[in-house]
C-alpha cells in the first residue's frame, strides 16, 4: 500500500508526535472505506436479467456477504451490498466488476454507477 504525505507537514507531525506509521495507515485507509452496508444506484439495465447478472457479479467479489435489490424501475437498480470488512467503493468493488464503470460517489456508503458490460473476446 502507498500512503502519500503531505510534505513538510505530515513529516513534521509523524516527528513531533512520534505518530506510529502503522496507525497512520489504518487512518488513511478508514477515510476511504465504507462499509459495512454500501447502497448502491446502478444502470442503465434494460431487463432484469442484466440486474440479474449484475448481483451476480457483485455477490462474487470477495468480502461481499449479500447483495439486495432493492428496486428496480426507470432502467437503473437501487442495491444495496453487504460486506464483511470495510472496503474501498474503487478499488475492492468497482474495480473488479465485469463492467466499464463511471463512479459518482454521493457520500460515505452511497454511490451512483453507469455501467456497461465489458466486451468479451469471441
Known amino acids: 500500500m502507498i500512503v502519500h504525505l503531505d510534505f513538510p ?3 513534521a507531525r509523524l516527528r513531533i508526535h512520534r505518530v506510529n506509521v502503522g496507525a497512520l495507515i489504518a487512518e488513511v485507509r478508514d477515510e476511504h472505506s465504507v462499509g459495512p452496508l454500501v ?3 446502478a444502470g ?3 431487463e432484469l436479467t442484466e440486474v440479474m447478472s449484475f448481483e451476480r457479479a457483485l455477490r462474487e467479489l470477495p468480502n461481499v456477504t449479500d447483495v439486495y435489490l432493492r428496486t428496480f424501475e426507470d432502467d437503473r437498480a437501487r442495491v444495496e451490498v453487504t460486506v464483511g470488512q470495510p472496503v474501498r467503493l474503487v478499488e475492492d468493488i468497482v474495480a473488479r466488476l465485469p463492467y466499464s464503470t463511471d463512479v459518482t460517489p454521493s457520500d460515505d456508503a452511497h454511490a451512483t454507477l453507469d455501467v456497461q ?3 468479451r473476446p469471441a
Do not use: Q
Open 44 to 46: 442503465p439495465f434494460h
Open 39 to 41: 447502497e448502491l444506484d
Open 117 to 119: 458490460p465489458l466486451v
Open 9 to 11: 507537514e505530515d513529516l
